[in-house]
């Protein structure tokens, strides 16, 4: 994994396999999908709880792609990844054509006087003081329409950016709506 996240950054928005450390046991790949963003400008951080990231098969069916760490959600603070980017999720995947992923958010907030300590993506981020905004999520679930192939013995790369500027919208009396604008940038 780590030699996947080196890759990835060194590279900045081109995407690549990382060579054997890509690959899962022999008739299987790895998919790792990573995260960046253009984030909302008014805060110092912007926390996002994800608690599923999913591909789905062509032949219907849906596949979770487990967070990093095998955690059962996955914090972001999308300030952080303006210049870098982490990773989402990673594990084992059959070779096979995929049409769609789906990322499901269950929390955001934002912060606008300090900004989070820690990395940019973990299982908990603790939340920095001072004032926040509250953020409601309509529909957490976004689905991305992006076919692409798994073969076997490889790994695949893909980069989503999470565009904070025009996800997040003020409502009024501190308050602001989460309306996840994801993109595809690429797939490797």
Avoid at 57 to 71: I, L, M, N, Q
Avoid at 111 to 120: D, L, R, S, T
Avoid at 161 to 169: I, T, W
Wanted: charged letters at 20%; hydrophobic letters at 40%; glycine letters at 8%.
């Amino acid at each position: 994994m780590r030699s996947t996240i080196a890759c990835a950054m060194a590279l900045a928005a081109t995407m690549v396999a990382c060579g054997d450390s890509a690959t899962g046991p022999t008739g299987t790949s790895r998919l790792t999908v990573l995260l960046k963003d253009t984030p909302f400008a008014d805060a110092k951080s912007m926390l996002v709880t994800f608690s599923e990231v999913s591909v789905h098969k062509a032949d219907g069916e849906w596949v979770t792609v487990p967070f990093s760490g095998d955690a059962s959600s996955r914090t972001c603070d999308l300030k952080k990844l303006t210049s870098a980017q982490d990773v989402l999720g990673t594990g084992p995947l059959a070779p096979a054509r995929y049409t769609m992923v789906r990322l499901v958010v269950s929390s955001a907030a934002l912060y606008f006087e300090n900004a989070a300590a820690g990395p940019a993506c973990a299982p908990t981020i603790a939340a920095p003081a001072g004032r926040t905004g509250a953020v409601e999520i309509p529909s957490g679930e976004v689905r991305l329409n992006r076919p692409f192939e798994v073969t076997a013995d490889t790994g695949t790369t893909m980069l989503l950016d999470f565009d904070g500027d025009r996800s997040v919208r003020e409502t009024g009396n501190g308050r602001f709506m989460l309306t996840p604008v994801i993109t595809v940038v690429s797939v490797q």
